[in-house]
């Protein structure tokens, strides 16, 4: 019975096959997108929805911003969670500015229903998902981002 107690740390070597390296969950990522073929029902607007694994990631259809994205995180060999909320598209053509644009997708809150919308609907993470954020940080967009 002696023999069974350790002082200090044990090293077990297991070299019967190849074993793939777990990354801890540490790190939540947040995009806020278009998503041309997703329902209102399993995506609605202005809505946050969690994203465990590419395979949740098929409600967001294959055209957008958001399956794009979503899609180029994933190809980097890693799954992390990945918080999505999905804003109107704007029309593309001659008459929309850039700043209907971003202002679609900053978004704010909605004067009639005081609903966070856009990038603002991220901060209801919490109360929606239950999860993720202690406290949502922020940034000043970069002029290269506002042009």
Excluded: K, W
């Excluded at 994203?51 to 180029?72: H, K, N």
């Amino acid at each position: 019975m002696a023999e069974a107690f350790h002082h200090g740390v044990e090293i077990v070597d297991i070299d019967d096959g190849l074993r793939p390296i777990q990354t801890a969950r540490s790190s939540v990522i947040g995009v806020v997108g278009t998503a041309h073929d997703a329902t209102d029902a399993a995506v609605p607007l202005h809505t946050p929805i969690l994203l465990t694994t590419p395979r949740s990631a098929a409600i967001l259809g294959s055209a957008g911003t958001l399956p794009a994205a979503v899609s180029a995180i994933h190809a980097q060999g890693y799954s992390p969670l990945i918080v999505a909320v999905r804003v109107a598209d704007v029309p593309d053509d001659p008459n929309t500015t850039a700043d209907e644009r971003l202002a679609a997708v900053i978004g704010g809150t909605d004067a009639g229903a005081g609903a966070r919308t856009g990038i603002a609907a991220l901060e209801t993470l919490r109360s929606v998902l239950g999860c993720c954020v202690s406290q949502p940080t922020s940034a000043p967009l970069s002029p290269s981002v506002a042009a």
